[in-house]
């Protein structure tokens, strides 16, 4: 309230306050220094209650420039002065000119007649209010034995001064610090506080004030108030054309004769009922004001959290890209490494084979050399038929391709992270939350009842929860690597069901999907955990075999036919785990040497099984057996097949080994080890041969060191 009762000339707490025309106040004393002379004869700005229109400050600094150049006169001297609040203060008018003031707040201009300041009434009311609130703010400022400083952190000692405009108490070293006596608050009144009162009356006023319903301060007993025209006479009546109270001399003989007036006890009444029905809108007003302050500040605790909690989650996020990055980084590098390795194996294996044939066909040709100088025709002739043999044979070792390298230099991966890091450089927040108009799918719903898993493959199948404003314009599938790892894509298109083949058996799988459309990528949906089978059921393949290679029994038999050894490789492809399967020998005749073992999926189909470097095979005969991979024969055992033989073969990639059966035992020492990467099951045999595979089986009990 104490802002309601301030000077807007001053600053202070009005002191015998004049009421203007347009119903602001200000003090008599500011009241002599905002008055305005004009010369005589010149028309004064007129109040807007004289029908004259307002002049503001630029208006009448206009007019006073034109004044002072053309008549010689100023409406004010150059030595203009200011107020505490910023309002020009004027000096004193001399009393044989015409005189105006314009009001500081709404800077409404109104003469002055010939009564000079004592035609403005005197805002008693206003007045009163003041000396009330004085008295209430000194009997609270007397609860304690001195007014201590408002500014000092600790222990605050006892205030010296205190600001009028400020309205706050300050010790010597704060109001030095904190209201220096220059700059803007040169202007400000510094006072002495309020003193202590009297030892006595101290309990009775600190009573007074502790009460929460304490009586206030007596007022002081007014004068009834008189009329400003005729002195003698008291207000008794209300004019409600000028709005005014009135005598009754003026209803009489003044210019309030023929306008409307009313008794001045009911417009009293009246208007006191109209402000308290102000009041009560008001009041709702600043309750809800004190509400939304309230509001506001627990936002700013809001905002603080909010920040600290969303910065956190930033952080969080990036250091995830990061790892995620790291990740991927190591994983390429070991592709690169893998790549690396296989290539320097595959030229070190062909260059080691190549100059074994070389040393052996050389050793030959020296000694066909040597047999050439001999002149015993006999003893020529009966070693020349081996030798020619010998020499086609060595001959027909140099096949095409063999003396062309296997691998190449270069390394034929190609990492392409332009489009990533283009989404990096344009990763930025989302202005603003989408609360209507189109959006993201929602998550679509997994149907549990219709996913499943047969053998090494599983099939998923899901559907929309909610038609979006924006249709779906497809689904994204997604699967973890069997072991817990990161997700990745395994189908993107518009089908609510897919099958993925070629999983690892005995391994679980994470599923999830999202749906995505022209506004963005919905989120996930919930997780699904599906189970391969335990062992593999898998038959052999048409669509990679030979021609000559003929399938029946479901594509369970295999048999040929050409004379050449022909390729088939089976359904399944195994990456990880230990898996076992037979073949079974249906048909042998004129003691052929088939092959069995893995390979990969690019494997040669038109030569014996592990005559290249991408198999790994047994080939065996009625009596005996031998392991080759990359053309090269090694680990010659006893023992061979005939019809209703079993060859057993055991893939461990725990070990990374493969290891051979016949009959349910072990066919010599393990055959292959330091195997990786994907291997499908495969078979090479002709037209003498026909085998039945068998899978589903369990692992061999013993096995041989």
Known sequence: MEEELKCPVCGSLFKDPILLPCSHNVCLACVRNITVQTPEGETPVQSRASGSSDYDYLDMDKMSLYSETDSGYGSYTPCQLKSPNG????????????????????????????????????????????????QNRRASASSSTAVKCQLCDRNPVEATVM????????????????????????????????????????AAAGGAASGAGG??????????????????????????????????????????AKHDVKTLPMMWKQHKCQISQAL??????????????????????????????????LVAQCDSLIEALTRQKAKLLTKVTKEKEYKLKVVRDQISHCT??????????????????????????????????????????????????????????????????????????????????????????????????????????????????SPIEGYILELDDGNGGQYREVYVGKETVCTVDGLHFNSSYNARVKAYNAVGVGPYSKTVVLKTSDVAWFSFDPSTAHRDIVLTNENQTVSCSSYDDRVVLGTAAFSKGIHYWEIRIDRYDNHPDPAFGVARINTMKDMMLGKDDKAWA????????????????????????????????????????????INKKQHGPTSFDNLDGVFVPAVSLNRNVQATLLTGLELPKTTQP
């Open 215 to 256: 009586p206030p301060p007596p007022a002081t007993p007014r004068k009834p108030a008189t009329c400003v025209d005729h002195e003698a006479e008291h207000f008794s009546m209300y004019c409600y054309s000028c709005k005014a109270p009135v005598c009754m001399k003026c209803l009489e003989e003044g210019k309030h």
């Open 618 to 661: 047994m080939y065996v005969d009625n009596n005996r057996s031998w392991f080759m991979h990359n053309n090269s024969h090694t680990n010659r055992a006893e023992g061979g097949i005939i019809k209703g033989s079993t060859i057993g073969v055991l893939l461990d990639l725990t070990k990374r080994t493969l290891t051979f059966y």
């Open 87 to 134: 309002v020009r203060v004027f000096p004193p008018a001399n009393h044989h000119r015409h005189c105006s003031l314009t009001c500081p707040l709404c800077h409404r201009s109104v003469s002055l007649d010939e009564r000079g300041l004592r035609g403005f009434p005197r805002n008693r009311l206003l007045d009163s209010i003041v000396t009330r609130y004085q």
């Open 356 to 469: 074994m044939k070389l040393r052996q066909t050389t050793g030959m040709m020296e000694f066909c050399l040597e047999v050439l100088k001999e002149n015993d025709p006999s003893g020529f002739l009966q070693i020349s038929d081996a030798l020619i043999k010998r020499v086609i044979s060595s001959q027909d070792q140099w096949v095409k391709g063999a003396l062309e390298p296997k691998v190449g230099p270069e390394f034929d991966l190609t990492l392409n992270t332009d489009s990533l890091l283009q989404t990096i450089l344009q990763l930025d927040f989302c202005q603003g939350k989408v609360e209507s108009g189109p959006s993201v799918p929602p998550a679509p719903l997994l149907q549990l009842e219709t996913c499943c898993t047969r053998n090494n493959s599983a099939t998923l199948a899901w559907r929309a929860t909610a038609a979006p404003v």
């Open 163 to 202: 600001c009028e405009q400020c309205d706050v108490y300050y010790c010597n070293a704060c109001q030095q610090r904190c209201h220096p006596s220059r700059g803007p608050l040169a202007k400000h009144r510094l006072v002495p506080p309020p003193p202590p009162p009297p030892a006595p009356n101290r």
């Open 280 to 313: 009560n809108g008001v009041s709702d007003k600043a309750k809800d004001a004190k509400e939304f302050l309230v509001q506001l500040k627990n936002m700013l605790q809001q905002i603080q959290e909010n920040g600290v909690e969303f910065e956190a989650c």
